[in-house]
């Protein structure tokens, strides 16, 4: 990378007329112990983009944004590449702009940071704002660091899995759409066994998945079991996923598919885009994952006569649907004390914050410009003017780096899959299982986590696989508790205890 892109990428400053703009924030007025804070006021805004596209945006839309939020912006675009060895040179110097965006949490040093006290602690004056006291519980908790919330969290779906199907198959067979897991295994079979595509050959299974026992099929099969999200909590005490009854379940569960032939062979040494391959080119009827994929595996697809269907609610053995959930967000947005130095400048970066969740500036951010990016189709809806889309690309997309909660407004019509996923994905907020240790701090598992989580993934496949049974599955526990897992779980229940006071 040459010294003029570093240049550009670590000093970029968009610098435009601040002109007053009016605010649908709520009340204008917000008192600290000595004065009032004009939460309308002129704000100059140096901020720490990352950038995760080639280059960064033009400022057709930023113009607009500091209009309406009479703000002068600094934006800072860091490639991702290099995000945090920017950051821990920022830390270590104590040189920071007014907004760093933070998103590993739990790194060391942003870890040391929080806790120094370096930055402002903002959960206390959310309830102050309009938008910013809506933002979701769960998402603030699992963002938060010993129980305090350190910034706006860059929000993301809770959960987005769900399952894909070929429904002209089920079609042609005369099946119903799956309700449970036991279904979905009969619906495997019989796309296994049954000729569901009616040329005649048997050449067609029923799963397809890949090399990914989080985002493949595993884990979502697994909440479906009941299986806990990473672990469990009773009483203040840990329990990993993977020493529960549920787990055990659903590896006995894919080992039957996979001696049965239901789904493919090869799938620990298969890649996300070798299985997507499989499905697009009919080989195969289902696929767990996150739902959203069901667009690129149409896309993709060689056979017309290809019809999907997408389902996010499957019952387990017990009658009840859930299913695993993230941690909701992408990181923070982080304020730090050497740059914004009085509460009435955080108060007034945080009016920012909660304006830009209103739908004006939250459209310019994520669809552009209405009549020049897209087009409004009703109150509700939208379509991109697909003909602009290479302009959206490049003014419009990389904004998403600056949005925190995801407001999403319009829904777009160009695609009724797409509508159906995001249909899906928020009905899945009512069934969701979350991680207890989401928020908490281990520095075993942070230090060794990637280690240990390898002696379990391997004994998992192994399982799988018919290689090894259930004792030697208990040895690889006994393994990972040896060789750290039992110092993960002390550090866990001092770190929910030290976030529970």
């Known amino acids: 990378m040459g010294k003029k892109w570093l240049i550009a990428i670590f000093a970029f400053a968009l610098l435009a007329g601040g002109l007053f703009g009016c605010s649908n924030s709520g009340a204008d007025q917000a008192s600290t112990k000595d004065e009032k804070v004009d939460l309308n006021s002129p704000l100059d805004l140096s901020w720490m983009v990352i950038l995760y596209h080639q280059q960064p945006p033009k400022d057709t839309a930023i113009k607009k944004i500091e209009e309406l939020t009479n703000t002068k912006l600094d934006l800072m675009w860091v490639p991702d590449a290099v995000k945090e060895d920017r950051l821990n040179s920022a830390l270590a110097a104590g040189n920071l702009p007014k907004v760093v965006t933070i998103q590993d949490i739990k790194n060391s040093s942003v870890m040391n940071a929080f806790r120094s006290g370096m930055f402002w602690e903002v959960g206390p004056y959310l309830k102050d704002y309009p938008n910013l006291s809506k933002m979701n519980k769960l998402i603030n908790k699992n963002a938060s660091i010993d129980g305090k919330l350190y910034?706006?969290?860059?929000?993301?779906?809770?959960?987005?899995?769900?399952?894909?199907?070929?429904?002209?198959?089920?079609?042609?067979?005369?099946?119903?759409?799956?309700?449970?897991?036991?279904?979905?295994?009969?619906?495997?079979?019989?796309?296994?066994?049954k000729d569901p595509d009616q040329n005649g050959k048997n050449d067609t299974i029923g799963f397809t998945d890949r090399n990914d026992l989080i985002y493949g099929a595993f884990k979502t099969l697994g909440s479906y079991m009941g299986m806990p999200t990473d672990w469990e909590e009773k009483d203040g005490k840990f329990t990993p996923d993977f020493m529960t009854k549920e787990y055990m379940d659903t590896m006995k569960y894919m080992k039957k598919l996979y001696d049965e032939g239901l789904i493919n062979k090869d799938f620990p040494v298969t890649s996300k885009t070798q299985q997507q391959e499989m499905f697009s080119q009919g080989k195969a009827g289902i696929y767990v994952g996150n739902m959203v994929d069901a667009v690129n595996l149409r896309d993709q697809s060689v056979d017309d006569k290809m019809e999907l269907e997408?389902?996010?609610?499957?019952?387990?053995?017990?009658?009840?649907e859930r299913v695993w959930a993230s941690g909701g967000h992408n990181g923070i947005f982080a304020f730090p004390k050497t740059s914004v130095k009085t509460e009435k400048e955080l108060k007034r970066i945080l009016a920012f914050f909660d304006r830009i969740a209103e739908e004006d500036v939250y459209s310019l951010m994520t669809y552009g410009i209405e009549g020049v990016h897209y087009k409004k189709e009703g109150e509700k809806q939208f379509k991109r003017i697909d003909e602009k889309l290479k302009d959206w690309q490049a003014e419009i997309q990389p904004l998403v780096s600056l949005v925190g909660i995801d407001k999403q407004y319009l829904k777009n019509t160009g695609d009724p899959l797409r509508t159906k996923y995001e249909e899906l994905t928020e009905d899945n907020n009512e069934i969701i299982v979350s991680n207890p240790a989401e928020s908490l701090y281990s520095p075993a598992a942070s230090e060794r986590g990637d280690e240990l989580q390898k002696i379990i993934d391997d004994a998992t496949y192994q399982f799988i696989l018919g290689k090894t049974d259930e004792s030697q599955f208990e040895k690889a526990v006994e393994k990972w508790r040896t060789n750290g897992g039992d110092q993960v779980i002390e550090e866990y229940e001092e770190s929910f205890k030290k976030a529970e006071k």
């Open 151 to 193: 910034g706006i969290y860059r929000e993301r779906p809770l959960s987005r899995q769900g399952v894909v199907i070929r429904k002209d198959w089920l079609d042609n067979l005369g099946l119903d759409m799956p309700k449970t897991v036991d279904e979905l295994y009969e619906t495997a079979k019989a796309f296994t066994e």
């Open 310 to 320: 997408i389902i996010n609610r499957i019952k387990g053995p017990d009658g009840k």
